[in-house]
């Protein structure tokens, strides 16, 4: 925050990405959920990060981490990000939506999604994929 303090703001952004990143890779060495408070750094530090921008690496751990903890909104907008630059992607992401599918409405709400967004993500996953294809 001291770099953005600073208006040093390209700065300021590796140091959050950075931080994001250390924050996600320890989150995924403990294998279990996040905390409440855990969730709030979390939050904090991906809302000062435009996570589509982020390197691939970075974006593919915290697509696990949101699906992991039923932020399927978060999950999807990565899911897309990284499909888009790695084609193979699509395959996981329609194995993503056949899991969303089998939640119930609640989980779903409670993850901020709906069964007409999986029919869209899987409409548009599917798009991705033929076009995929054609351009190989």
């Known amino acids: 925050e001291l770099h953005g303090l600073m208006l ?3 700065r300021a ?3 959050y990405e950075t931080a994001l990143r250390l924050v996600v890779e320890v989150f995924q060495q403990e294998k279990e959920h996040l905390t409440a408070e855990d969730r ?3 939050e904090k530090l ?4 435009a996570l589509t921008e982020c390197n691939l690496t970075l974006q593919t751990l915290l697509f696990v981490v949101f699906e992991q903890e039923k932020r399927f909104d978060r999950a999807e907008t990565l899911l897309f990000s990284i499909a888009e630059q790695e084609p193979e992607w699509s395959v996981l992401g329609l194995a993503f939506y056949q899991r969303l599918e089998c939640l119930t409405d609640e989980e779903l709400a409670a993850g901020k999604f709906s069964r007409i967004e999986i029919e869209q993500g899987l409409h548009d996953i599917l798009l991705l994929t033929r076009t995929n294809e054609t351009n190989e």
């Open 8 to 10: 040093n703001a390209d």
């Open 13 to 15: 952004d590796r140091c």
């Open 40 to 42: 709030k750094m979390l």
């Open 46 to 49: 991906s809302s000062k990060v």
